[in-house]
């Protein structure tokens, strides 16, 4: 697997289920050894920097925590856009240059759709996308696509909902690019009309034969659902501040909502969340958005090894 990646830029890279399963099953190595330290000097001497243009937690953290259980060292900025040389009117091609030359490897979050790919053209060390602007986030997709093989064993003949902000969720768009791999599927894309998939992921389940429905309401496919997958409406995403408050709480899971699904459903979330999820349902064994975050960690881990360990 190692010779097959330089940068992880798009889901595009990783659709192939051998490379998956390798890269799965280096996961599933790493959690079981994180508690008795096997590849703790794995990248000792390594150097991470985490540039992140936008906030984050999440992906910067269990980053970081990663590189630093395998040995290695981390460099980062959570404010780049702030306090950085960006500030000043330095390209991000040049930022790239710059710090590829400290670090051994590159995590980066920035608002611009491509940046990443722009990055990776110009870093003399792998460049990683943890987001990029609304275009993907394919760690995250990573790390959603082995929970639910965790849990499922397989998304053959799962019903899946993808409910939210449609239009700006990278993540989705990312994770939809998962979908050909496997079979049966069947996607319900939930979202306001302001909000749905844009139609470049649209024609995509259309080529690979994946069979969906546009709704703008969740109510009637509950108990249908295997997999909910929530997304947080961006504020940050919106020029009009009065367009996001009319569609900020149009879909809530909560008690009520809960009890018309499957007892076996999971209930997923990229985080962070606002109102969309409920904490009264938090402790509800379908909740999966917590257990979803602690195996990026892992997932996070196999790609530093796998890009790292050459």
């Known amino acids: ?8 830029i798009s889901a595009d890279q990783f659709l192939d289920r051998t490379l998956l399963d390798k890269l799965f099953s280096l996961a599933q190595e790493m959690e079981a050894h994180d508690t008795n330290g096997k590849y703790r000097t794995a990248l000792a001497g390594k150097i991470l920097a985490t540039v992140f243009y936008e906030p984050s937690t999440r992906t910067r953290f269990s980053f970081e925590a990663g590189m630093m259980k395998l040995g290695g060292e981390v460099l980062t900025t959570e404010s780049a856009a702030q306090f950085s040389s960006a500030i000043k009117g330095e390209s991000i ?10 670090a051994d490897a590159i995590v980066l979050r920035h608002p611009q759709t491509g940046a990443a790919k722009i990055a990776a053209k110009v870093s003399p060390v792998p460049v990683i996308n943890a987001g990029d602007g609304s275009g993907e986030h394919p760690t995250q997709a990573l790390l959603d696509l082995y929970t639910i093989s965790k849990e499922k064993k397989s998304l053959d003949g799962l019903h899946i909902a993808m409910v939210g902000d449609l239009l700006y969720g990278r993540t989705v768009h990312s ?3 998962f979908l050909p791999l496997y079979k049966k599927i069947t996607l319900y894309l939930v979202a306001p009309a302001k909000l749905q998939l844009p139609q470049i992921y649209l024609e995509y389940l259309k080529k690979h034969k994946i069979s969906f429905q546009q709704l703008s309401d969740f109510k009637s496919i509950l108990p249908k659902l295997d997999v909910l997958y929530m997304t947080r409406v961006q504020k940050e995403r919106f020029a009009d501040p009065n367009e996001y408050e009319q569609v900020k709480n149009l879909y809530v899971i909560d008690e009520k909502n809960i009890k018309a699904m499957k007892k076996s ?7 962070p969340r606002v109102t969309e999820l409920s904490p009264k349902i938090d402790n509800d064994p379908r909740a999966w958005y917590f257990r979803q975050a602690q195996n990026g960690l892992y997932v996070r881990m196999a790609l530093l090894y796998t890009l790292l360990c050459r």
């Open 265 to 271: 459903a999971m209930i997923m979330h990229p985080l």
């Open 1 to 8: 697997m190692q010779s097959q990646l330089k940068h992880v």
């Open 93 to 102: 091609e040049d930022s790239i240059r710059i710090i590829g030359g400290y």
């Open 175 to 177: 994770l939809l690019k």
